[in-house]
């Protein structure tokens, strides 16, 4: 899948078809993790697979009682070790930089399940002495995201987002005078490329969502 097209039509999966996802295609998965850039290079993260339905459920409910949880076959929980960071950042690398190495790990993940023609939906919310307890995690370490990934039983919608006007700045951060209000102008000839890319996923999720008539 073209990257432009992945990185716009993926979408947070919550419902999944009772089919395990191969062993394969998780490990390119995590691969696609494991190559996200961190501070200094130095990978602060450890990457978890659970694949057993009873621990399955045990995590859903430590997500605070997100049961729709225990539906994907393979859940992946990201956690991060913020003293390997710290011994060259300070409190900084611990509390800025670890959990940024995670989270670029974690979006690479996201999108190479999508590019994997999987879903996945990424979790922050969860009891964090909990998961750490059903999982073994010491005590130094920190359960970061929980990533949920299957073959997707649903097609969502394209969320609601706002524009790049909207969120683009020039200069100096706020303010009208430094707004870009062309887009397409400063773009040049990158704004032809983005405006094909939206239109080309747009009209892919149009296809997945027009059921297909029966001969």
């Given at each position: 899948m073209e990257v432009t097209d992945c990185i716009l039509s993926r979408r947070s999966v919550r419902k999944y078809l009772d089919i395990s996802v191969e062993r394969d295609k998780i490990g390119v998965i995590m691969e696609a993790g494991k190559a996200a850039p961190s501070a200094g290079n130095i990978q602060n993260w450890k990457f978890l697979l659970i694949e057993n339905a009873d621990k399955r459920k045990k995590i859903a409910e430590a997500c605070l009682q997100q049961w729709w949880i225990a539906k994907a076959p393979s859940i992946i929980i990201l956690v991060a070790e913020p003293d390997?960071?710290?011994?060259?950042?300070?409190?900084?690398?611990?509390?800025?930089?670890?959990?940024?190495?995670?989270?670029?790990?974690?979006?690479?993940?996201?999108?190479?399940?999508?590019?994997?023609?999987?879903?996945?939906?990424?979790?922050?919310?969860?009891?964090?002495?909990?998961?750490?307890?059903?999982?073994?995690i010491p005590e130094q370490a920190r359960p970061q995201a929980i990533i949920t990934i299957g073959y997707p039983d649903e097609n969502p919608p394209p969320p609601p987002e706002f524009s790049l006007e909207e969120v683009?700045?020039?200069?100096?951060?706020?303010?009208?005078?430094?707004?870009?209000?062309?887009?397409?102008?400063?773009?040049?000839?990158?704004?032809?490329?983005?405006?094909?890319?939206?239109?080309?996923?747009?009209?892919?999720?149009?296809?997945?969502?027009?059921p297909k008539k029966k001969k």
């Open positions: 390997k960071v710290r011994q060259f950042y300070g409190i900084r690398g611990e509390r800025l930089y670890s959990p940024q190495g995670c989270a670029a790990a974690a979006m690479s993940m996201l999108l190479e399940a999508h590019n994997q023609g999987l879903g996945s939906c990424w979790i922050g919310a969860f009891d964090e002495g909990k998961i750490k307890s059903l999982c073994n683009m700045f020039f200069r100096d951060f706020g303010g009208q005078p430094n707004r870009i209000e062309d887009i397409p102008a400063y773009l040049g000839e990158f704004s032809d490329k983005i405006d094909k890319g939206v239109t080309a996923t747009k009209d892919f999720i149009k296809k997945l969502a027009t």
